[in-house]
């Protein structure tokens, strides 16, 4: 009787262990995938990002994308300053070439991306580099440098 006893106790404590190991293995499989998706998808709106506001000048876009802290650096007015510094030099010339990645803070949470651009104008070439996160729910602009160059 006592061999019985500790023979269903082993037993049960294996498929426990078994248990535990297959609900790990599920949730190391879906943060990873969950990052993969994250990563991809930030990069798109990274991408989507310097298009839309280096090339379309889509002033829309800009503002309703910033983090709450980049509407402090660009309120109302630094938006449309900004806009219109990019509109001066008037229509992007041949693709836009958007480098950047995204890099998690930890392992598979926080993830933030800069992306750089340098983009030629009919007079001037200028580089834009744009900062975004994904704090909570959506994709979000932190930061934006736009620097045209000299005269050609």
């Known amino acids: 009787m006592k061999i019985n006893r500790r023979l269903k106790s082993s037993g049960q404590l294996l498929v426990v262990l078994g ?3 297959v609900l790990l293995f599920i949730g190391w499989w879906w943060l990873y995938s969950n990052k993969q998706t994250m990563a991809k998808e930030g990069r798109a709106f990274g991408k989507e990002a310097v298009q839309r506001i280096a090339v379309q000048h889509d ?3 800009f503002a309703s994308h910033l983090s709450p802290e980049a509407r402090l650096q660009f309120p109302p007015s630094a938006q449309q300053d900004l806009m ?5 030099l008037g ?4 693709p836009v070439d ?10 598979f949470f926080d993830p933030r991306g800069t992306f750089h651009a340098r983009i ?3 007079a001037k070439g200028a580089e834009i580099n744009v900062s975004i996160s994904h704090p909570v729910g959506r994709w979000q602009i932190d930061d934006v440098a736009f620097a ?3 005269e050609r």
Do not use: C
């Not at 229509?91 to 041949?94: D, K, L, P, S």
């Open 120 to 122: 030629n104008y009919p």
């Open 59 to 61: 002033l829309n876009f």
């Open 98 to 107: 958007v480098q950047g990645d995204i890099v998690f803070q930890s392992q």
């Open 91 to 94: 229509t992007a010339v041949g």
């Open 19 to 21: 248990i535990v190991v």
């Open 148 to 150: 045209p160059e000299a």
């Open 84 to 88: 219109g510094r990019i509109e001066k």
